[in-house]
């Protein structure tokens, strides 16, 4: 399956972004679907998965409560809706797809090409 993220920018503190990730290829609505990001000179962090049918969703603690995932098996993609960012979040943000909703990056079979948040003032 191939995979491109979108929806990255600059955002103020505060702001929000909805991030998407196309999916295209083998059949997207069998995969569970993961966001990672990485900041400068940080590892790849776990943000949040949805499982293949949106029943399930899991959140880095991080970003509970802030930021929410979703997808639409009809349209092939997945969402990732960011509210109240703060500097905190500025990275470059991955889309994966996975057998399962795992928060290890390692367990994922497939990966997009990444798209830059930035929160600044």
């Known amino acids: 399956v191939q995979l491109q993220a979108s929806g990255g920018g600059l955002v103020q503190p505060g702001g929000s972004l909805r991030l998407l990730c196309a999916a295209s290829?083998?059949?997207?609505?069998?995969?569970?679907m993961g966001w990672f990001r990485q900041a400068p000179g940080k590892e790849r962090e776990f943000v949040a998965a949805?499982?293949?049918?949106?029943?399930?969703?899991i959140y880095a603690d991080s970003v509970k409560g802030r930021f929410t995932i979703s997808r639409d098996n009809a349209k092939n993609t997945v969402y990732l809706q960011m509210n109240s960012l703060s500097s905190e979040d500025t990275a470059v943000y991955y889309c994966?797809?996975?057998?399962?909703?795992?928060?290890?990056?390692?367990?994922?079979?497939?990966w997009g090409q990444g798209t830059q948040v930035t929160v600044s003032s």
């Open positions: 994966a797809a996975g057998s399962r909703t795992y928060t290890d990056h390692v367990r994922y079979d497939y």
């Open positions: 949805i499982s293949w049918n949106g029943g399930s969703t």
């Open positions: 290829g083998r059949t997207f609505s069998g995969y569970s």
